[in-house]
């Protein structure tokens, strides 16, 4: 596999939730520990390193972790603004990019998405199973997608859907029937967003 360096996307304060996702404690941990240890266990030799949306909303609680830091260098664009900031720090030809909030990923299924890099393609995305990319746990070649997303950002409107901006990536799309096998396959993309969402995570997480 070529070299890759990881970035998990922990963003801001989280409104609907009411407090900074990627420190809601699920399964004994964090949402950002537990990304942390997955993507470890699936790249251990990429370097780690965790973007978040500004200094002024760094939680104290982050340091914990034990992965450095960056922060958004343009503020209030959501997770286009983290891939930026992922791609203008990368030191390798490909990056990993994992939002905290998809607690359920698993290690299997990055290696299985990492195994499938290749030249010919400018990203690698799994497709869920209702047939939406899912971009916010996919590898970008940074050469290629940094000036298409820097481009993006400059544009003075709302940045489109993540799932539109992967698809301007000339992706490889791994599609839901190539990972359907793995454990909880259905539930790798569980979503984090709400106190409900919360709860449902911790059923899942305890079987019931």
Known sequence: MTDVEAFILIGGRSSRLGTDKAFVELGGTTLLRGAVNVVRAALPKSRTTAVAGNSAQFPIQAITAGVPFIFDLHEGRGPLGGIHAALAQARSPWIFVLACDYPFVSSDLIRLLADNISDEFHAV?????????????????????????????????????????????NPLIIKFESYSHLPGAEELFCNINTKDDADRARKITRGS
């Open 125 to 169: 995305v799994p497709g869920q199973a209702d047939g939406r990319l899912q971009p916010l746990c996919a590898f970008y070649k940074v050469a290629v997608a940094l000036p298409i997303v820097e481009e993006l950002l400059e544009r003075p409107r709302v940045s489109p859907p993540m799932h539109e901006v992967a698809g301007r990536l």
